[in-house]
């Protein structure tokens, strides 16, 4: 994935920032913002963008409220069951905008774009922006507080740890380095009132599981038979990489016990024949 625009959106006024003009001079002024601790930013699934960011740029993205992850602990909190074709209970944030819960609004122009980039993958490098483009683009954006706002109202204080948790997990998720991000911010620890009110959780961790060259086939399995069935057998988020993030690689995001079971399922994968 490239970047070739960051938009920042406040509560007044989004700004379009054309990285194709601006460069790395731009990106190092908006760098600060993107690392700090204090800065909470809103984000519908980061982590692509945080891959782009980290390897195009260096940056390694910090403090992300995912309105992706904030959704799927919500509906947990609701006890809501995940659709068997929907074990990872992941939202589109075309369907979040859809959730008369957070907006309620249509996003029409979404599938415009998507066969626009299937015609020409550098649709968004083209220069000028067309009027199209800079209002697709700013709607990606524009309703993200707004949405925010609707689900810290509903988040309980369990649920924000484990967001700030799988939040750090998500923007480490696509950025493979050698030195299993030993200077990336640490992951948030728990605090002290959920440890005082006997709330000890399992650690989540990240695990990135090599797949040899030719493999995925096997784990992903005829029509994505074989990925479903341990997806659905793990309380896990599994994230194949190829399209969306590095080739060959299987990410898993969860408790660590399930983190586990995933990695066995996965490995068992590559031997069935």
């Not at 007044?12 to 920032?17: E, F, G, I, S, T």
């Not at 002290?192 to 399995?221: A, C, H, N, W």
């Not at 994505?224 to 690689?249: F, H, M, N, W």
């Amino acid at each position: 994935m490239s970047f070739y625009f960051l938009l920042l959106a406040f509560r007044d006024a989004v700004y379009l920032v054309d990285v194709i003009q601006g460069g790395d001079t731009l990106m190092n002024a908006c760098k600060p913002a993107l690392e700090s601790s204090y800065i909470t930013k809103v984000i519908h699934d980061c982590k692509r963008d945080s891959e782009a960011l980290f390897f195009q740029f260096g940056i390694k993205l910090h403090n992300v409220m995912d309105t992706q992850i904030a959704y799927s602990l919500i509906e947990e909190q609701e006890g809501k069951e995940r659709p068997l074709d929907d074990v990872n209970h992941v939202i589109s944030f075309v369907s979040l905008l859809a959730d008369p819960r957070y907006c309620g609004m249509p996003y029409l122009e979404k599938e415009e774009v998507r066969v626009l980039l299937r015609k020409d993958p550098n649709f968004w490098a083209n220069r000028p922006f067309s009027e199209m483009m800079v209002h697709t683009a700013v709607a990606d954006v524009r309703f993200l507080l707004y949405i925010y706002d609707k689900m810290m109202e509903k988040l309980t204080d369990k649920s924000l740890f484990h967001l700030s948790v799988r939040g750090s997990l998500y923007c480490r998720c696509f950025c493979i380095v050698d030195n299993e991000h030993i200077d990336w911010p640490p992951i948030p620890c728990l605090p002290g009132q959920l440890k005082t009110d006997g709330y000890f959780p399992e650690e989540e961790i990240l695990s990135v599981l090599s797949v040899p060259p030719g493999k995925m086939g096997r784990v992903i399995g005829k029509r994505g038979s074989t990925i479903l069935a341990i997806k659905q057998s793990c309380d896990a988020e599994i994230v194949i990489g190829g399209a969306r993030g590095p080739s060959e690689k299987v990410f898993i995001i969860g408790p660590l016990k399930q983190v586990r079971k995933a990695e066995a399922f996965l490995r068992g994968s590559l031997f069935e024949f």
